[in-house]
């Protein structure tokens, strides 16, 4: 949406009606044609047809799915790696966590360790009860892999999951908030209740939990998520 502002194409963007409304006003402030649907599993559908009556009208519309799960999303993430290795190159990195949903992030991040920082452990925390087949996360990697012309050999060894407890994915959780408040108060970092605030709980339980080796360095990739946090406190 922000991209498709500065690059001035048209963005239509797909949205469940319990939208809040501060995405709403943000995505109305970048020039978007809102579009809203009754339920979220409807999403889907509704870009299809829109797409389709874009075409009609004589436009070529580009369908970015949600979550960004296509072999440029992945992309962006092994991109992200490289310039996180660039900006750390005094201080290796341990290991790197990140927000799981769709897959495409973890799928980069995997991905780009791989090229970028081979001695780093990639590892994802799901929001929701279940996460994207290890085969399948390798299967977007190796996509990627072929859009660059290279070969890392990545295999579900590789893969590192880690659930967070909850409902569903857009079910906020009490461990959730309590991270939110955290690291707000003792960091002025902000998180939100569906994505990051839920991860970064499960990563707080693991360092508990002895996952991790004192003095290692560890990186958690901040997915945004934000304007969800100012719905409902």
């Known amino acids: ?4 502002a500065k690059a001035k194409l048209k963005a239509y963007l797909v949205l469940p009606e319990t939208t809040g409304t501060m995405l709403q006003n943000a995505c109305t402030l970048f020039g978007a044609k809102l579009l809203f649907t009754e339920k979220s599993e409807t999403v889907q559908k509704c870009i299809r047809q829109t797409a389709k009556e874009l075409q009609a009208a004589g436009h070529r519309p580009y369908i970015i799915p949600p979550g960004a799960s296509v072999v440029q999303g992945v992309l962006g993430y092994a991109d992200a790696m490289l310039e996180l290795h660039e900006q750390m190159t005094d201080i290796p ?3 790197v966590l990140c927000c799981g949903a769709t897959g495409n992030t973890y799928a980069g991040i995997v991905l780009g360790t791989k090229l970028y920082s081979p001695g780093t452990k990639a590892t994802t925390i799901s929001i929701a009860r279940r996460f994207t087949h290890k085969q399948t996360l390798c299967r977007m990697v190796k996509e990627t892999e072929e859009l660059l012309g290279c070969n890392t050999d990545i295999c579900e060894d590789d893969i590192h999951i880690h659930f967070c407890s909850g409902k ?3 079910d906020p959780i009490p461990k959730g908030w309590s991270a939110i408040k955290h690291a707000a108060q003792t960091e002025g970092i902000l998180f939100d209740p569906i994505y990051t605030g839920k991860a970064f709980a499960e990563l ?4 508990e939990q002895g996952y991790f080796s004192p003095g290692q360095n560890i990186v958690f990739f901040h997915t945004g998520g934000m304007a969800t946090l100012f719905n409902k406190l």
Do not use: K, R, V
Request: glycine share 8%; with cysteine.
């Open 1 to 4: 949406m922000i991209c498709a």
């Open 93 to 95: 990195i341990d290991h």
């Open 168 to 170: 569903g994915a857009s």
């Open 204 to 207: 707080l339980d693991l360092n």
